[in-house]
């Protein structure tokens, strides 16, 4: 039970992180340049992952999937413009 409440934590941490980088907004599935951009489900995806990850408190998993999709997006993007 502890760890579906850790999941859903970090899945509703994932929700909310999309929802402020949407401006409110839900970012629906689509394709931007013949690359498939999940929105909004890779943010729910992510957090609900590091939240398993990170702690066994739902406090933390809820932080981690706020934080960790920003971090990996920042991340991505340094690594784009390295090439």
């Known amino acids: ?7 859903l ?6 929700f909310a992180r999309a929802l402020i980088a949407g401006e409110g907004v839900v970012i629906l599935p689509k394709r ?4 498939l951009d999940l929105g909004i489900f890779t943010a729910c995806l992510l957090g609900a992952i590091v939240g398993v990850i990170v702690d066994g408190s739902w406090v933390t998993s809820l932080m981690a ?3 960790f999709p920003t ?3 920042d991340l991505c ?3 784009e413009k390295s090439k």
């Open 1 to 7: 039970m502890e760890v579906v409440s850790v999941v």
């Open 9 to 14: 934590a970090g899945l509703v941490g994932g």
């Open 32 to 35: 931007v340049n013949g690359k």
């Open 65 to 67: 999937g706020l934080s």
């Open 71 to 73: 971090i990996i997006e």
């Open 77 to 79: 993007e340094k690594w």
